[in-house]
């Protein structure tokens, strides 16, 4: 596959693009902190209503307790059900431009990394002090957004160098596909894991996964936790 340098290089790599109005809510959410450092890292924070969330997806190749996380999604439920693999894998993001990042350094510098949803069960990724978010930190984040009206997922939606979002609320979703079996899928939407899993009747963890698309819309949908990957934003407990 062939990678836009200059595409990459314009964006301006990770961080967010909000300006300094949402200072003083960050502060007072997220224990008088703006940035946060996480295995030599450095990830911006941001106050949303009484939240506060990491304002870029994670990038950690490693638990919180030092074990590195397996590189790569699986590509079925027999993986794990059947063979017993390990389910808790990571992966780099897809491009936007087509094709998969593969292992792009200038992926992961734009979008951060995508993990399975069993590691996002696990919720033992984020840092001491923070967690994968449950679906209610997603609903009570959907209900300051104002979720009811169509176009406004727009305001979590980074600015640059797309013209979908306002990224008003200093989020700064970036639009790129998740993983399934491994596979780029639903290019044109910002999509986060969440830490909630559930066993459905043929005895399949599902896990819950809050999707923006480019029109702004949010919604949330029920997944395998082992064949789906996603990108992760921390949220403080």
């Not at 970036?174 to 899928?185: D, E, V």
């Not at 559930?198 to 399949?204: A, D, P």
């Amino acid at each position: 596959y062939l990678v836009d340098e200059d595409y990459f290089a314009d964006c301006g790599g990770g961080g967010s693009s909000v300006g300094d109005g949402t200072d003083g809510l960050t502060l007072q959410n997220c224990n008088n902190q703006t940035t946060i450092t996480y295995y030599e890292y450095e990830y911006d924070l941001i106050g949303i209503g009484d939240q506060c969330w990491f304002a870029e997806n994670l990038r950690a190749k490693n638990f919180n307790n030092g074990e590195p996380i397996t590189q790569g999604i699986l590509a079925n439920d027999n993986d794990y059900y059947l063979d017993g693999l390990d389910p808790k894998g990571f992966d780099y993001p897809c491009l936007p431009l087509g094709g998969s990042a593969g292992g792009d350094i200038l992926a992961e510098e734009w979008f951060g990394l995508m993990y399975s949803g069993f590691c996002a069960i696990d919720n033992n990724v984020c840092p001491a002090g923070f967690h994968v978010p449950t679906i209610t930190d997603f609903e009570i984040l959907m209900s300051v957004v104002g979720s009811e009206i169509y176009m406004n997922g727009a305001k979590l939606l980074d600015n640059y160098p797309w013209t979908y979002g306002t990224n008003e609320m200093g989020f700064s979703a970036r639009l790129t596909a998740a993983r399934n079996s491994g596979n780029c899928s639903g290019f044109g939407k910002a999509s986060f894991m969440s830490s909630e899993g559930s066993i459905n009747g043929n005895g399949i963890m599902k896990t819950s996964m809050l999707a923006i698309d480019s029109d702004g819309y949010l919604s949330m949908d029920e997944l395998s936790a082992v064949e789906w990957a996603a990108p992760i934003r921390c949220i403080l407990d």
